[in-house]
C-alpha cells in the first residue's frame, strides 16, 4: 500500500474533502458489508440519505446526486432492495445529468499519524455535527430528526460495533432532551464530548491528536467558565453560536477536493 501524502491542514476548520470522504466511505465500503437491505435497516437507510438530501451541505454535482438518489430509494417500497441497485444509483450508472459522489477519501481534517488512526470516525462525527448545524441554521424541522437518522445508521450499519454499542446507550438514555433545534445541535456536541473523555488515552488513540474537551479554551475562550467553588463549566450561550460558525456551510473549506 502506497502511503498517501501529508496534506497540511488548519485544525480549527472544516474541510469539504473530509465529509466528501466520510460519504464515500459510508455509501460505498461501509453499506457494501450488507447484500441485502430491508425491515428496520432499509428505514433507517431511507431516513439517513433524507437528511443527506436536504442539509449536506455539498457541491451542486454531489447534491444533485444525492437528491437522485434519495428520490430512487424512497420510491422502493416493496421491501428489500439490493445493495447492488443501491450502488448502481450511487454510481449514478443511471446518468442522471451533473450528479456524481467522487471516488475514494482524501482525509484532510481527519488524516491520522498512522494509517490507523482518524479518518472514517473521525469524518462521521465532522459529518453530524454538520448536519445538525444545517438543520438548526434552516429551522423549520422536527428537531430530533438528524439525530435519530443518526443513530439507527450508527445502530444498524457504523462497522465499529462497541462503538455502537455505546452511542445507541446514550441516545437511549437522553435524546428525550432534544426539543427544539439548537438543543439538537448541543445534545450532539455533549455526547462527543463524553466520548472523548471516556477513550482518552485509549490504544486508539492517535498520538498527536489528543482526545480533549472541545472545543479547547484557545479555540473558544467564552465557552468556558469557572464556578464560585472552582470547577470548569461550560458557557451554553456561548457553544451553541460557537458550533453554529464552526460547522457552518459557509467556512467550510474546499482545499483538496478532486
Ligand atoms: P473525533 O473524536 O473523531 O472528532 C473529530 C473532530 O471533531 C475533532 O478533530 C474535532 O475537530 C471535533 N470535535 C471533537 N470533539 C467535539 C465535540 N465534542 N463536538 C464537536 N466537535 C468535536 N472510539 C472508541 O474507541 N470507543 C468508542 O466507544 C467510540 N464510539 C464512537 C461512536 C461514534 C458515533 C463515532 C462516530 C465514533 C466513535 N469512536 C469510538 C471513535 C472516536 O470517537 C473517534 O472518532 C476516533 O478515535 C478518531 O478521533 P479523532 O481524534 O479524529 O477525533
Given amino acids: 500500500r502506497t502511503e498517501e501524502p501529508w496534506r497540511d491542514f488548519n485544525s480549527s476548520r472544516v474541510y469539504m474533502a473530509d465529509l466528501e470522504s466520510a460519504l464515500h466511505y459510508s455509501l460505498r465500503v461501509e453499506l457494501a458489508l450488507q447484500s441485502v437491505i430491508n425491515g428496520q435497516a432499509l428505514t433507517a437507510l431511507k431516513d439517513y440519505i433524507s437528511v443527506l438530501a436536504k442539509y449536506f451541505p455539498g457541491r451542486p454535482v454531489v447534491m444533485n446526486l444525492l437528491k437522485s438518489l434519495n428520490t430512487w430509494l424512497q420510491n422502493q417500497n416493496k421491501g428489500p432492495i439490493s445493495y447492488e441497485a443501491f450502488r448502481e444509483r450511487v454510481d449514478n450508472t443511471a446518468q442522471v445529468p451533473d450528479a456524481a459522489l467522487p471516488e475514494g477519501v482524501r482525509w484532510v481534517g481527519c488524516q491520522g499519524s498512522q494509517p490507523h488512526f482518524r479518518r472514517y470516525p473521525c469524518g462521521v462525527w465532522t459529518l453530524f455535527h454538520v448536519l445538525t448545524v444545517q438543520a438548526n441554521n434552516i429551522g423549520d424541522s422536527d428537531p430530533k430528526e438528524v439525530l435519530k437518522a443518526m443513530r439507527n445508521y450508527i445502530h444498524n450499519f457504523f462497522g465499529c460495533r462497541y462503538c455502537a454499542q455505546h452511542f445507541e446507550n446514550m441516545a437511549r438514555e437522553g435524546l428525550d432532551v432534544v426539543t427544539s433545534l439548537p438543543s439538537a445541535v448541543l445534545w450532539l456536541w455533549y455526547r462527543h464530548n463524553r466520548v472523548n473523555n471516556r477513550i482518552a488515552g485509549d490504544l ?8 480533549i474537551q472541545w472545543p479547547s479554551p484557545e479555540m473558544c475562550p467564552s465557552c468556558h467558565t469557572v464556578k464560585d467553588n472552582g470547577e470548569h463549566s461550560w458557557n ?23
Avoid: N
Avoid at 486508539?204 to 482526545?211: L, N, Y
Avoid at 451554553?236 to 478532486?258: C, K, M, N, W
Fill in 204 to 211: 486508539s488513540e492517535d498520538p498527536f491528536f489528543p482526545k
Fill in 236 to 258: 451554553e450561550a456561548q457553544v451553541i453560536p460557537f458550533l453554529g460558525s464552526h460547522f457552518s456551510s459557509s467556512r467550510i473549506l474546499t482545499d483538496y477536493l478532486e
